[in-house]
């Protein structure tokens, strides 16, 4: 298994197109940090307008802030750069002629298939760490540090500047199981297809489709909601959110609903399993012919 995922990584970061990810996150986020740079204090002008007399204490646009507005402002970017490898595993070596070479080697056709995946994941957590280098710490160098202010639906959150760092390292392990269920799915739909463009439109379109199914407040898609892998990717957001005491004060070091984080990684993993599970049987019954 090991010298086959060698294999699969030597021939992800050979290609051109495995680079095209990390480029852009790496513009999009410059741009972003460029942007709330010049202009950030009308930025945090526009946050408080709201709030009247209300007082925050400290720098309001810090690296903690800086790097919640990016991460919700990629929300939907990240998981399509990835679909551009994982839907492209099978597929572009059908496209290439090469697939049944490969299946023709000493190794079960699962073990190439599990090896296929288990490089994505690893190409998906190195464009994980790269965003977080660029996203957070970054931020925290060019804007530096303090409490993390946030505006919530009904209520404000503030955390405390020396118990948010441990929140995003759990919001980015969480982004890494979000961004494998997105992976999952592209790595399925190339199983039946010789063209990586078919399975890559796909992919994303299914990541579109879902996440403005989960936007529209229209009650016939609430019963379907749950069920939507986008919904549950947004749970990060809940790592941000604490405990209150009987007089509304936060309770440090603590999540308000731990439960929905757990439910929504159920979810996720219930995705992966099923379609990791499937392409392993698609490819397992399939005459490969190319």
């Known amino acids: 298994m090991w010298q086959l995922l060698q294999i699969e990584l030597y021939k992800i970061f050979r290609r051109p197109r495995t680079y095209i990810a990390f480029g852009a996150t790496a513009v999009l986020i410059t741009l972003l940090q460029f942007g709330l740079k010049v202009d950030g204090q009308e ?23 800086v790097c919640y507005i990016i991460l919700q402002l990629m929300l939907v970017h990240v998981p399509l750069l990835v679909t551009l490898i994982s839907a492209d595993m099978l597929s572009g070596e059908a496209n290439l002629g090469t ?15 599990l090896s296929k995946f288990f490089a994505t994941g690893i190409y998906t957590l190195l464009l994980l760490i790269w965003v977080a280098i660029l996203a957070l710490f ?31 390292c759990c919001a980015f392990g969480f982004a890494f199981v979000s961004l494998m269920t997105v992976a999952s799915i592209g790595f399925f739909l190339s199983a039946f297809a010789e063209n990586s463009i ?7 379109s299914i990541i ?21 892998f986008t919904t549950h ?16 004060e936060a309770i440090a070091g603590t999540i ?30 399939k005459d490969i012919l190319s």
């Open 138 to 168: 970054v931020s925290m160098l060019v804007f530096g540090t303090n409490d993390l202010f946030l505006m919530k639906s009904e209520y404000i959150v503030l955390i405390k500047e020396s118990d948010v760092f441990w929140r995003y």
């Open 208 to 228: 579109i489709l879902f996440t403005v199914l989960g936007t529209l407040n229209i009650p016939m898609f609430d019963a379907i909601n749950p069920y939507l």
């Open 43 to 65: 930025y945090a002008d526009f946050m408080l307008q709201s709030l009247g007399s209300f007082d925050v204490q400290g720098k309001l646009l810090n690296g903690y802030q």
């Open 233 to 248: 990717m947004v749970t990060w957001k809940e790592f941000f959110d604490e405990k209150v005491t009987s007089n509304n």
């Open 99 to 113: 697939l049944r070479l490969v299946l023709s080697k000493p190794y079960s056709r699962t073990s190439v298939i």
């Open 198 to 204: 078919g399975p890559i439109v796909t992919t994303m």
């Open 256 to 285: 308000q609903d731990l439960p929905a984080i757990f439910h929504s990684l159920l979810v996720l993993f219930a995705y992966i399993v099923v379609m990791i599970g499937a392409t392993i049987f698609v490819m397992n019954k």
